[in-house]
């Protein structure tokens, strides 16, 4: 079970920190990964972490504003998210998978936390 939260609303510029926190499962061995969905569009890829090696991926919307992290210990992925955009504005939501590499389809996640809401007001 996945719980995301941190999202809200804020000025373009501003940064938040979004949080996923894992139970149930065992963490440390998925790949988690964040998503999100724009007003009246498709769920589309942010990031992703692999469980092992701290391998990363970003699209390239996000390189350079956004950082991933996780915490095996914690069972707990976060995203930075600094500098933002009015198009950042979307429902984000953390997910996660056991692969063998870094996906990034959502349809290929298994595990979804209920979204948190981030409004970027310009």
């Known amino acids: 079970q996945l719980q995301a939260s941190g999202g809200g609303l804020v000025q373009a510029g ?13 963490f440390s061995t998925y790949d988690m990964g964040w998503f999100r969905q724009p007003p009246g569009k498709e769920r589309e890829f942010v990031v992703a972490i692999r469980w092992i ?5 970003y699209a ?12 095996n210990a914690k069972n707990t992925v976060w995203l930075q998210m ?4 009015a198009e950042d504005t979307a429902v984000y939501y953390c997910a996660a998978r056991i692969g063998r590499w870094l996906s990034l389809s959502f349809r290929e996640y ?13």
């Open 14 to 26: 501003a940064s938040l920190r979004l949080s996923c926190a894992a139970s149930g499962g065992t």
């Open 53 to 57: 090696g701290a391998g990363t991926d």
């Open 60 to 71: 390239d919307s996000v390189k350079g504003r956004f950082t991933i992290s996780r915490d």
């Open 82 to 85: 600094n500098s933002l955009k």
């Open 110 to 122: 298994t595990d979804w936390g209920q979204g948190t809401l981030v409004t970027v007001s310009s």
